[in-house]
């Protein structure tokens, strides 16, 4: 996977800040755009071809961390190849390519920013037990639906769909029943066949940490 050039690591300014001033700044970006030129112009000839173009798209949209569904496909990746090339000569110059890297930096500003947020929200919550009890009687509230102060199998399934969802994992990745069943048992510490608040907090400590840590992973990714 290509490299992005460095942002705000190691300089003490958040990454949204950064992309947000490089936006402001003709010349910084102008040197972005050559920049990406440089890393995907395979061949060398100062241009992007199509398939390097299309390349960039699907690494950038996977850093992104975009759904598969939201993945741009080769008809609609030509379609916006061709709006591009405005000699239609069948590669993209610096000047062409201007306008999508100075939308995609604005995506980028707004995904640092989202990720700044979910961040500072988790950190909050898994650093201060008043809080964490609270989202905890929060999720018990939410996902109880027969109102007898546990979770039952299916509603731990309804609650760990929506954890996958949070977690931006895709439907390939999520657990099946069968496995929601062993996740169900793990944490059924007292074997009664439901999820008391206790064992819910010791489910919510661990994907509250598994959160962060990947929230955190989507953050340097986009840095890199």
Do not use: C, W
């Given at each position: 996977m290509c490299a992005l050039p460095p942002t705000a690591a190691g300089t003490g300014m958040r990454a949204s800040v950064n992309y947000g001033n490089m936006l402001a700044d003709p010349e910084r970006l102008q040197h972005m755009v050559q920049h990406v030129v440089d890393l995907y112009d395979a061949n060398r000839n100062g241009t992007i071809e199509f398939e390097e173009y299309r390349t960039m798209m699907n690494d950038l949209f996977e850093r992104l961390q975009f759904d598969e569904e939201d993945m741009m496909t080769r008809q609609?990746?030509?379609?916006?190849?061709?709006?591009?090339?405005d000699t239609e000569s069948g590669s993209l110059t610096v000047e062409e390519l201007?306008?999508?890297?100075?939308?995609?930096?604005?995506?980028?500003?707004?995904?640092?920013e989202e990720l700044e947020q979910e961040i500072a929200s988790v950190k909050e919550v898994t650093t201060d037990p008043k809080i964490f009890e609270e989202v905890v009687d929060q999720a018990m509230y939410a996902f109880d639906t027969n109102h007898d102060g546990c979770l039952n199998e299916e509603e731990m399934y309804d609650l760990l769909m929506e954890c996958c969802r949070k977690m931006k994992l895709s439907k390939s990745k999520r657990p099946s029943r069968e496995e929601v069943k062993d996740i169900f048992t793990d944490y059924d510490e007292?074997?009664?066949?439901?999820?008391?608040?206790?064992?819910?907090?010791?489910?919510?400590?661990?994907?509250?940490?598994?959160?962060?840590?990947?929230?955190?992973?989507?953050?340097?990714?986009?840095?890199i």
């Open positions: 609609e990746a030509m379609q916006k190849f061709k709006e591009l090339d201007a306008p999508l890297v100075t939308e995609l930096l604005d995506t980028m500003r707004d995904k640092f007292d074997r009664n066949g439901v999820i008391t608040k206790n064992e819910l907090m010791h489910f919510l400590d661990q994907y509250f940490e598994s959160l962060l840590e990947n929230l955190q992973t989507a953050y340097q990714r986009l840095q």
